[in-house]
């Protein structure tokens, strides 16, 4: 049974592959080996070597277990947290129902009305 790779737009490809390149450049930041990494990440060298290439076919998990080892698993937090898009979405949607209460207070005049 062959397995089918994830299509990904090139827009998001591009995007997985600055992520996994943000990885590799966190990890030599560190002067950690990939050895180290993948041992401690507990995945293959290999499944290191697609998280850096930003492959679409590794798991997030893979992806969380290596930021984890990187001290970065925090990160993962910060994607989709102030959506502002589907915010404004949502505000589109809301309807009003009902009028504010009046206030009670009479009309004012300005100026020079009569």
């Known amino acids: 049974m062959k397995t089918r790779s994830p299509i990904l737009l090139p827009k998001a490809q591009k995007t997985i592959s600055i992520l996994g390149e943000n990885i590799k450049l966190a990890r030599l930041r560190r002067k950690f080996s990939m050895q180290q990494v993948a041992e401690r990440a507990n995945i293959s060298r290999p499944t ?67």
Do not use: C, F, M, W
Not at 61 to 68: C, D, Q
Not at 74 to 101: F, N, W, Y
């Open 48 to 114: 290191l070597l697609s998280v850096e290439k930003g492959s679409p076919n590794v798991s997030i998990g893979a992806y969380v277990k290596v930021l984890s080892v990187l001290g970065l698993e925090k990160d993962i937090l910060e994607v989709a947290k102030d959506d502002k898009l589907g915010r404004r979405l949502q505000d589109a949607k809301l309807t009003i129902k009902e009028r504010a209460p009046k206030t009670g207070l009479k009309k004012q005049t300005y100026g020079n009305q009569k």
